[in-house]
């Protein structure tokens, strides 16, 4: 084997790429004797590394696991967590459905002076979402709207637009647009998608008559957007506002 070669010396970022590579083909377990075999062989362990450890028990579910070597990382004065540490056991506490957990990291990342970034609070209020708890995605949505390091993005924008649309509530769907449009987010083709569907599902076609609705429009026919599930489809003549036909 290459390490028994009287060459050989162990290379931190050759252990990190083995180890991402293990956690994604989930061998949690082989990934934690590669890291106990990389000490054992002199490589300094980082927060980096262990970082990569507990993505590995993360993407296999095992939470528990990557919470156990999360106390191990609070023990170790050059291995403290960072960001990246608590961002990726947020993503797989919210995956996993385990919104108490979410809440003591929060809590403890407070404590550590840790600011969440956007990314991370994109994944924890669309779980937020999708589980129906509006209280807690309401808190985390108004924290980025006041935070000058994990400000809301179109991602952000995207993710409660589709929320409202999806349940029909079309009125707050709009209030949010408007509020995220004076937040200076600028909607992007997907953002469009989404109103297009909301508006078709509850068959609101008179909404298409605005400024932003000649814009959906022309976005729509341009990709070709059915604006109900099969029966309903959209024209655009020149010169004219947008006008649904139903399709015989």
Known sequence: MLREQPFYQPKEWTYMKL???LGKSGQPLRAHQLFDTMVEE????????????????CRSNLIDEAFSILNQMKTLPRCQPDVFTYSTLLKACVDASRFELVESLYEEMDERSITPNTVTQNIVLSGYGKAGKFDQMEKVLSGMLESTSSKPDVWTMNTIL???????????????????????????????????????????YDKMSSDDGEVLCRLGSQMQIHLSPSDQNFQVGHGQSCKFHRIS
């Open 19 to 21: 180890l991402v590579l």
């Open 162 to 204: 589709r929320l409202f649309g999806n349940k029909g509530q079309i009125e707050i769907m709009e209030k949010w647009y408007e509020k995220f449009r004076n937040f200076g987010i600028e909607p992007e083709t997907r953002t469009f998608n989404i109103l297009i569907g909301a508006y078709g599902k509850k068959r609101m």
């Open 42 to 57: 002199g490589c300094e362990p980082t927060t980096e590394l262990y970082t990569a450890l507990l993505a590995s028990y």
